[in-house]
């Protein structure tokens, strides 16, 4: 039986509302799971990024001409995501302090490899049905705006398969064709080749996933190879069953909310929302509903309406050529100087200093096993400070320290889910505080990063000046 486009799209929405909501409770948990339905049962649909931020993109499309620039996007992100979370809160950072939308992608973005991006493939996908070029194009410029190639990558390679899927491809062709749009050695594409190369192999599924875990696991639940390879595992075990399919990508674990609704969206877009059973889309319902970090546009109160919005506007955008020759277009080297929030700190036991601002350390300061650096304050504040490194670290604020980290922590440097202990809260006067940290290692190669944030958990700077642009909303 044919499927309209109208289904399809409206299967698309309430997929990825279904698979949102079923992997939200599981989310950072990279065991294998055992759900077999919503646990808890949900009476509707939470707030979800993977959705959210979509919604602020058919905004933008809304109210823009034939075509986006990355401006377009950074404007987006300043005035309507206020979400600090991971590559999130890095975007926002680097657009508050100046750096240029070509450059706030990979500029200091320890989760430039996040899933952030693959999330939001959807919307292009069903503005260019059966235009995978035109899906690919939307979709790489969305994602730099908060992510580097694998993000990218990942974003891109969904673009392209749902396109191809909302089209009337079948989901294994759509794999298949997709991955000619993303570098073929970049670890998004190999780990898509190495669940490809089992399923192929007819390697059971529980098996296949230990081979993907074994070659792709990171400390970060979020890193997009591992969890877009985890993707298209539950859509081939899956074999075109919706139930099955989202059941595997919850249980695979790791990023779920954002596997499952993936799967969950590709599968609508195939099956049409007839195809989708109702024993997963009667518990939650019709509405959406936006957490408090979207602000600003008109969010569809539906996903009737979210799919008629959709429909309206396909066709508005011009049609984009797309090129391999994209991958290899690198963004201008960036400098720190003139920067807001850029401070001067000294690395121990040297006289020349170095530029830094927050997160991950300069090399020389690794180097030299820690800095020294001036914290000026013009009132009482409130601070969460964080301190992580894997061979170990300690703090020091006016000779006194505040935090110590043990080493062997995992390596995750998000202010709001860093592991226990390497956070602290810190309160200082008006003035001037002398801040040490201390690294037991002179490895140069070694991960260490500090953090200075707002109580919100937004990244804030060591300057009694504040960013041209504030962090004041809600986390």
């Given at each position: 039986m044919e499927i309209s486009l109208k289904?399809?799209?409206?299967?698309?929405w309430l997929g990825k509302s279904i698979g949102g909501t079923l992997?939200?409770?599981?989310?950072?948990?990279?065991?294998?799971?055992?759900?077999s339905f919503y646990d808890p049962i949900p009476v509707t649909a939470p707030p979800n990024d993977d959705l959210e931020l979509q919604l602020v993109w058919l905004h933008l499309v809304e109210s823009?001409?034939?075509?986006?620039?990355?401006?377009?996007?950074?404007?987006?992100?300043?005035?309507?995501?206020?979400?600090?979370?991971?590559?999130?809160?890095?975007?926002?950072?680097?657009l508050r302090r100046g750096v240029p939308a070509e450059c706030v992608g990979s500029f200091e973005n320890p989760f430039h490899a996040g899933m952030g991006s693959p999330i939001r493939s959807e919307i292009w996908a069903c503005l260019f049905v059966g235009d995978p070029e035109s899906a690919a194009h939307y979709a790489a410029m969305d994602a730099s705006l908060d992510h580097g190639i694998e993000g990218?990558?990942?974003?891109?390679f969904f673009a392209v398969m749902q396109s191809l899927v909302a089209e009337g491809c079948v989901v294994r062709e759509a794999i298949l064709s997709a991955q000619g749009y993303i570098p073929e050695q970049c670890e998004t594409a190999r780990a898509i080749r190495l669940v490809e190369r089992d399923f192929e192999s007819k390697v059971e599924p529980w098996e296949a996933r230990e081979h993907l875990i074994a070659a792709h696991h990171s400390d970060n639940f979020t890193h997009a190879p591992l969890n877009v390879a985890l993707t298209?595992?539950?859509?081939?075990?899956?074999?075109?069953?919706?139930?099955?399919?989202?059941?595997?990508?919850?249980?695979?674990?790791?990023?779920?909310?954002?596997?499952?609704a993936t799967a969950g969206a590709t599968l609508g877009l195939f099956l049409g929302s007839e195809g989708i059973p109702q024993k997963w889309s009667t518990p939650i319902g019709d509405r959406i509903f936006i957490g408090p970090g979207i602000q600003g546009i008109s969010a569809p109160l539906t996903v009737q309406e979210l799919t008629d919005r959709t429909m309206a506007l396909i066709g508005k955008m011009d049609r984009q050529p797309w090129s391999h020759d994209a991958w290899n277009a690198l963004p201008p080297p960036m400098e720190l100087t003139g920067l807001p929030g850029t401070i001067s700190i000294g690395p121990l036991g040297q006289v020349k200093e170095v530029l830094w601002a927050n997160g991950e350390l300069p090399r020389e300061v690794k180097a030299a096993g820690g800095a020294?650096?001036?914290?000026e304050v013009d009132r009482n504040v409130d601070r969460e400070l964080m301190c992580l490194a894997t061979e170990g670290a300690e703090i020091w604020i006016d000779d006194e320290v505040a935090l110590c980290c043990p080493p062997g922590l995992p390596y995750v440097p998000a202010p709001h889910r860093c592991p226990q202990g390497s956070r602290v809260m810190v309160s200082v006067s008006p003035g001037k505080h002398r801040v040490r940290v201390e690294l037991p290692s002179t490895n140069p190669a070694q991960q260490a990063s500090v953090l200075l944030t707002y109580p919100n958990f937004h990244l804030c700077p060591w300057t009694a000046d504040e960013l041209p642009t504030a962090a004041e909303l809600p986390a």
């Open positions: 289904k399809r799209i409206l299967g698309c992997g939200i409770p599981a989310e950072g948990r990279m065991e294998r799971l055992h759900f823009a001409g034939a075509t986006l620039t990355q401006g377009d996007f950074a404007r987006a992100w300043r005035d309507h995501i206020h979400y600090m979370w991971d590559e999130y809160g890095r975007c926002r950072w680097n990218i990558a990942g974003e891109v298209v595992w539950a859509l081939l075990y899956g074999k075109d069953d919706f139930e099955t399919t989202i059941l595997l990508a919850v249980n695979g674990g790791y990023d779920t909310d954002c596997t499952a020294i650096w001036e914290w």
